[in-house]
């Protein structure tokens, strides 16, 4: 490893050990990163020096701040975070936010002052923030004046919090000391490897946990799925919907549309009313949301809503091919699917438009390698189903947690997916490695059985899981939420039976139907199998 800039060893004193690291590849030459490299000095500040301070980078509903006032923010809240508030780098800061340039101008200053972010979902409560904080030892947090209630709450178990710092208001304190403080601030000369952001996971198996990124990984993931399937450009202009603290939309909303010296819009809340609202009115040209989000759009669209877009990323679950036709029947428009990881990251398989394929994933991006492997790590025929296992210049370092060793094996990240791959290349999700149900000695993928639910137009969404039985070890438990004016009665499981029964395999069918009014999800939108699973068992 560099010799760190961090005068707050505690992310490197708790990174994994070395043999416990995924290997990391490469073998791109822009990959090949130096020593001591500041991501911000990279996403931000080049552009300045290419005579680009004019051009626009943040954007809101009613504000558009240029490169150059961007900047100067950024630097006005590092100065802020290193001489009022006492940060030294290594140092964690906690943030909470809506998406706003004054998030993203905040965030950068921490990493640009060679501080480590810790994001959080706007939607925790208390007692998943003191999580964060005591697993971060964070002592400083930075927090949109609106989303105050809950952190403050969160401090009597959180007890390392030493000062909470409310930005976004004209009144707030970050907000008053920034403006008095100097455009000027040289960035933190940092390793490429020293960490820079604490990302936790979703929890979707067990408790959460806080994966360790350096600042040469956000440039990677640009520099591999932005340069090489993403292809954006400086004149696009990006949307979405997923929170900055959940990585897909740090990297959809930040890090590729700075890379390439692009602006980003950025909304508070993107239900997929908003999000169509702003298509309409604000003509962006690259869009990143879930598969939901579009299916929901879809029913809504108007001629030309959809006429600045280009690129469509898809992401965060599972693209049904349904989706993805009848997206592009209705907008001309290929979607790009892709699965990533908080570990990894960002997307390491998903193809460029041109190449997708409806139903696939795609294939691995460049600069990383994907194999389907059996329980022994060996690699299995194409068209054979089996374990996931990528590696690539990003991959998992867990902070302080001995789930290393489940995630990363012999060299080999594993996400945790159930996947086929063809013979040409492309890898077809099947569920993720505990979402396989067996039953009667069948294997069932709950997910394959979702996405037969969805097809039929009573079903809005639905969760499968298995659930134990004496006779069959497992059977097929299918939590509905059905659409408005739909009976919920013994008719409708009938008909989704013979629905699910007609769509797929009949072994697959869902001999267990529940009708729910929600689903159990994480803060980013991810459904909670595991919840379904325990509170039913």
Not at 26 to 33: A, I, V
Not at 103 to 111: E, G, K, P, R, S
Not at 294 to 306: F, H, V
Not at 394 to 410: E, F, I, P, S
Request: proline share 7%.
């Amino acid at each position: 490893m560099n010799r760190s800039a961090h005068m707050d060893t505690f992310t490197r004193d708790r990174l994994p050990r070395e043999e416990q690291w995924p290997d990391f590849l490469f073998t791109l030459p822009e990959l090949r990163y130096p020593e001591r490299l500041n991501c911000v000095a990279e996403l931000l500040d080049r552009w300045l020096e290419k005579g680009w301070g004019h051009r626009p980078c943040l954007r809101s509903l009613t504000a558009t701040w240029t490169y150059a006032e961007t900047a100067a923010q950024v630097n006005r809240i590092a100065n802020v975070l290193v001489r009022d508030l006492g940060m030294v780098p290594g140092n964690r800061v906690l943030m909470r936010s809506p998406n706003t340039p004054v998030f993203v101008a905040a965030y950068l200053a921490v990493m640009k002052a060679g501080g480590v972010v810790v994001a959080t979902m706007p939607l925790l409560r208390a007692g998943e923030l003191a999580v964060a904080i005591e697993r971060s030892k964070a002592t400083l947090a930075l927090c949109d004046a609106r989303l105050m209630d809950a952190l403050v709450e969160s401090r009597p178990t959180a007890p390392t919090l030493q000062r909470i710092v409310a930005f976004g208001a004209p009144d707030a304190e970050l907000d008053r000391l920034a403006a008095k403080a100097s455009a000027e601030f040289a960035a933190c000369d940092t390793a490429s490897d020293d960490v820079c952001l604490l990302g936790f996971t979703s929890g979707t198996t067990g408790g959460p946990k806080a994966t360790m990124h350096f600042h040469r990984d956000v440039l990677a993931i640009a520099d591999s799925y932005g340069t090489h399937v993403l292809q954006a450009c400086a004149d696009d202009v990006f949307v979405g919907s997923p929170p900055l603290a959940f990585t897909f939309g740090l990297g959809g909303l930040v890090i590729f549309p700075l890379h390439v010296g692009a602006s980003s819009l950025l909304l508070e809340k993107a239900p997929p009313d908003e999000l169509l609202a702003a298509f309409r009115a604000h003509k962006p040209t690259v869009v990143f949301t879930a598969p939901t989000a579009y299916k929901a759009i879809l029913g809504k669209l108007q001629l030309g809503d959809t006429s600045s877009l280009r690129i469509c990323v898809s992401a965060g679950e599972t693209l049904p091919a349904s989706t993805f036709d009848a997206w592009k029947a209705a907008t001309g428009i290929t979607m790009m699917d892709g699965i990533g990881a908080t570990e990894m990251l960002h997307i390491f398989i998903g193809s460029p438009a041109a190449e997708a394929r409806a139903g696939a994933t795609g294939r691995v991006v460049p600069g990383y390698e994907a194999r389907v492997v059996d329980d022994a790590g060996r690699d299995v025929p194409s068209g054979t189903p089996g374990h996931l296992a990528v590696r690539g210049p990003t991959g998992c370092r867990y902070l302080d947690d001995a789930r290393q060793t489940n995630y990363v094996r012999n060299g080999w990240n594993y996400p945790g997916d159930t996947y086929v791959r063809d013979a040409d290349g492309y890898f077809w999700f099947k569920a993720r490695s505990d979402d396989m149900i067996v039953s009667s000695g069948y294997n069932i993928a709950g997910p394959e059985v979702e996405l037969a639910l969805l097809s039929h137009p009573s079903v809005a969404e639905c969760g499968v899981v298995g659930l134990p039985d004496p006779e069959r070890g497992a059977v097929v438990a299918a939590f509905v939420v059905v659409r408005p004016a739909v009976s919920a009665d013994a008719a409708l499981v009938a008909t989704l039976q013979e629905h699910v029964k007609a769509t797929i395999a009949p072994y697959k069918y869902p001999r267990i139907v529940r009708f729910v009014a929600e689903l159990p999800k994480t803060a980013s939108g991810k459904l909670r199998r595991n919840v379904l699973r325990e509170s039913n068992s």
